[in-house]
């Protein structure tokens, strides 16, 4: 018998507005500040205060409900959900049950071989709760910046039937909240989690079999990995013939396991009830309509507009990410269509996913971060392209430009990088590099090719940069052609 994994996913996106869901507290950044330094009696659940809705906090819900094509609800309403954790100091969390923001949206999925719409249950308004500090042995401590904090949830039908895909949906979701520029999406710091209920049923069955939900991931390795870890134990489960529960699970990042936390509550467990406090949300047509003109061209959009240009899917996809590259592409092409020789989207998409990417990964920055603007890119190219440097000479002075508010030129003469060598002296380095090395110009005569890069590198390296890679290719080329005739 074949199993396969029935998967939904519940997101919690923190919204980047300037204050609290229900109170005029700071909501910025709380990871980079004291701890307990944007907290009133509201938000700390001091008994007698009186909460108010961000509306900005709405507003982002809306573009958020609006860009999963979610039909968005004239009325919803807050309630109350009660549960007691030392984090949660009124005793309740303020969320939407019975009547969300917006309901029935659908998210797109694409990948080489497939395009699958995911349906979207509901996006509901709530806030976050504090955080607990374990760092002391003596002690919990608790910080509630984070509490009151707004959040948007947003719950997927189970849809997704891999791991693969789970992780597609959460990766277009994040491109998605980061052109709607309504929240920071550092996953890293909780800005954005996700929770995997994952089940698993009879291939071809339609019988859905009982879910357990792992909590609070925060990588997308982390949900690719507990999805394919919890499907092989439930796998286990079945085989062995033991019951699987409705559960609440952890995901240890350092084991790769999922842990029991508890036996899953019931929504009855939470006693929901409209929240007294609150007046409910009506939301006129005119709002929304509004709003509707505010939503920018999206990652899915963007993409096909890249392939248009003969982008390969990944790379289109890769660009297509965030906002900040797909603008910075978009700038690049433009001004690289204007140079002369003209620099095409083909080799611009290759120089930011492959040099451009890797630098900044190792510097551990982004793109909208560095020196490196697009009309400085463009000029690098140009010099590659006009033979001034080679491509590895490139890659240092990308490195210094982005140290450095400089230009590619002026660095290049502050290194010395042309590739002055004449060919004459070329033709030289090459045939004294030959004679250092006869077994391997040896080899290469009865035609063991392999060597032939060996020997070209050697010839390279020995020219420091000053040469152009493909006149060192035609000269070995003859150097040997040459040696071939003498010796017939
Ligand atoms: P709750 O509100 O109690 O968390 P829901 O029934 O609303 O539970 O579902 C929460 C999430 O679990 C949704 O993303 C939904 O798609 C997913 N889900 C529901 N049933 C299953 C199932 N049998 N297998 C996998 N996921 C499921
Ligand atoms: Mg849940
Ligand atoms: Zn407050």
Same mark, same amino acid.
């Given at each position: 018998?074949?199993?396969?994994?029935?998967?939904?996913?519940?997101?919690?996106?923190?919204?980047?507005?300037?204050?609290?869901?229900?109170?005029?507290?700071?909501?910025?950044?709380?990871?980079?500040?004291?701890?307990?330094?944007?907290?009133?009696?509201?938000?700390?659940?001091?008994?007698?205060?009186?909460?108010?809705?961000?509306?900005?906090?709405?507003?982002?819900?809306?573009?958020?409900?609006?860009?999963?094509?979610?039909?968005?609800?004239?009325?919803?309403?807050?309630?109350?959900?009660?549960?007691?954790?030392?984090?949660?100091?009124?005793?309740?969390?303020?969320?939407?049950?019975?009547?969300?923001?917006?309901?029935?949206?659908?998210?797109?999925?694409?990948?080489?071989?497939?395009?699958?719409?995911?349906?979207?249950?509901?996006?509901?308004?709530?806030?976050?709760?504090?955080?607990?500090?374990?760092?002391?042995?003596?002690?919990?401590?608790?910080?509630?910046?984070?509490?009151?904090?707004?959040?948007?949830?947003?719950?997927?039908?189970?849809?997704?039937?891999?791991?693969?895909?789970?992780?597609?949906?959460?990766?277009?979701?994040?491109?998605?909240?980061?052109?709607?520029?309504?929240?920071?999406?550092?996953?890293?710091?909780?800005?954005?989690?996700?929770?995997?209920?994952?089940?698993?049923?009879?291939?071809?069955?339609?019988?859905?079999?009982?879910?357990?939900?792992?909590?609070?991931?925060?990588?997308?390795?982390?949900?690719?990995?507990?999805?394919?870890?919890?499907?092989?134990?439930?796998?286990?489960?079945?085989?062995?013939?033991?019951?699987?529960?409705?559960?609440?699970?952890?995901?240890?990042?350092?084991?790769?396991?999922?842990?029991?936390?508890?036996?899953?509550?019931?929504?009855?467990?939470?006693?929901?009830?409209?929240?007294?406090?609150?007046?409910?949300?009506?939301?006129?047509?005119?709002?929304?309509?509004?709003?509707?003109?505010?939503?920018?061209?999206?990652?899915?959009?963007?993409?096909?507009?890249?392939?248009?240009?003969?982008?390969?899917?990944?790379?289109?996809?890769?660009?297509?990410?965030?906002?900040?590259?797909?603008?910075?592409?978009?700038?690049?092409?433009?001004?690289?269509?204007?140079?002369?020789?003209?620099?095409?989207?083909?080799?611009?998409?290759?120089?930011?996913?492959?040099?451009?990417?890797?630098?900044?990964?190792?510097?551990?920055?982004?793109?909208?971060?560095?020196?490196?603007?697009?009309?400085?890119?463009?000029?690098?190219?140009?010099?590659?392209?006009?033979?001034?440097?080679?491509?590895?000479?490139?890659?240092?002075?990308?490195?210094?430009?982005?140290?450095?508010?400089?230009?590619?030129?002026? !660095?290049? $003469?502050? &290194?010395?990088? +042309?590739?002055?060598? #004449?060919? =004459?002296?070329? *033709?030289?380095?090459?045939?004294?590099?030959?004679?250092?090395?006869?077994?391997?110009?040896?080899?290469?005569?009865?035609?063991?090719?392999? !060597?032939? $890069?060996? &020997?070209?590198? +050697?010839?390279?390296? #020995?020219? =420091?940069?000053? *040469?152009?890679?493909?006149?060192?290719?035609?000269?070995?080329?003859?150097?040997?052609?040459?040696?071939?005739?003498?010796?017939?």
């Amino acid at each position: 018998m074949s199993f396969e994994p029935v998967i939904g996913i519940e997101t919690h996106v923190e919204l980047n507005t300037k204050s609290k869901m229900f109170c005029g507290c700071s909501s910025v950044d709380s990871t980079i500040a004291q701890p307990n330094q944007f907290v009133c009696p509201i938000c700390a659940g001091f008994p007698g205060t009186l909460p108010t809705t961000n509306s900005k906090a709405i507003e982002y819900g809306i573009l958020i409900s609006l860009a999963l094509n979610c039909k968005i609800n004239r009325l919803s309403i807050f309630s109350r959900k009660n549960y007691f954790y030392p984090d949660l100091p009124k005793g309740y969390q303020i969320s939407q049950h019975s009547h969300p923001l917006a309901s029935q949206g659908s998210l797109t999925i694409q990948s080489n071989t497939m395009t699958k719409m995911i349906r979207i249950r509901s996006v509901h308004l709530e806030e976050d709760a504090g955080k607990l500090i374990h760092s002391n042995p003596e002690a919990t401590l608790i910080d509630l910046n984070r509490a009151g904090i707004p959040l948007v949830e947003i719950v997927s039908e189970p849809d997704l039937s891999n791991a693969e895909e789970a992780v597609s949906y959460a990766k277009e979701l994040r491109s998605i909240l980061s052109y709607l520029q309504v929240s920071t999406g550092h996953m890293e710091k909780g800005a954005l989690r996700f929770e995997a209920n994952v089940s698993i049923r009879q291939k071809n069955s339609r019988k859905m079999g009982v879910r357990r939900e792992i909590k609070n991931l925060n990588s997308f390795k982390a949900l690719q990995r507990s999805i394919e870890y919890e499907t092989q134990q439930q796998i286990k489960f079945h085989k062995s013939n033991q019951t699987i529960v409705q559960q609440t699970l952890a995901w240890n990042e350092t084991t790769g396991q999922t842990v029991v936390q508890r036996t899953k509550e019931n929504d009855d467990d939470y006693r929901y009830f409209p929240e007294p406090d609150l007046p409910n949300i009506l939301i006129e047509n005119k709002w929304i309509n509004e709003l509707k003109q505010t939503v920018p061209e999206l990652p899915f959009d963007k993409r096909k507009q890249f392939q248009a240009m003969g982008i390969s899917f990944d790379d289109a996809h890769l660009l297509a990410s965030k906002k900040e590259i797909a603008t910075y592409f978009d700038a690049a092409v433009k001004i690289g269509a204007n140079c002369c020789p003209k620099i095409t989207p083909n080799t611009l998409a290759n120089w930011i996913t492959t040099h451009l990417f890797r630098l900044l990964n190792e510097f551990d920055t982004t793109i909208d971060k560095t020196h490196i603007r697009p009309q400085k890119l463009v000029s690098l190219i140009t010099l590659v392209k006009t033979d001034v440097i080679n491509v590895n000479s490139a890659r240092l002075v990308l490195r210094e430009i982005h140290i450095k508010p400089t230009d590619p030129l002026i !660095v290049v $003469n502050q &290194l010395n990088l +042309q590739q002055t060598l #004449s060919d =004459k002296t070329l *033709s030289t380095i090459v045939n004294d590099i030959l004679e250092q090395h006869p077994e391997q110009t040896q080899l290469l005569l009865e035609g063991k090719t392999s !060597v032939f $890069n060996w &020997l070209f590198g +050697q010839i390279m390296k #020995s020219t =420091k940069g000053k *040469s152009n890679p493909k006149t060192i290719k035609n000269l070995l080329k003859s150097a040997i052609e040459n040696k071939r005739i003498k010796e017939k």
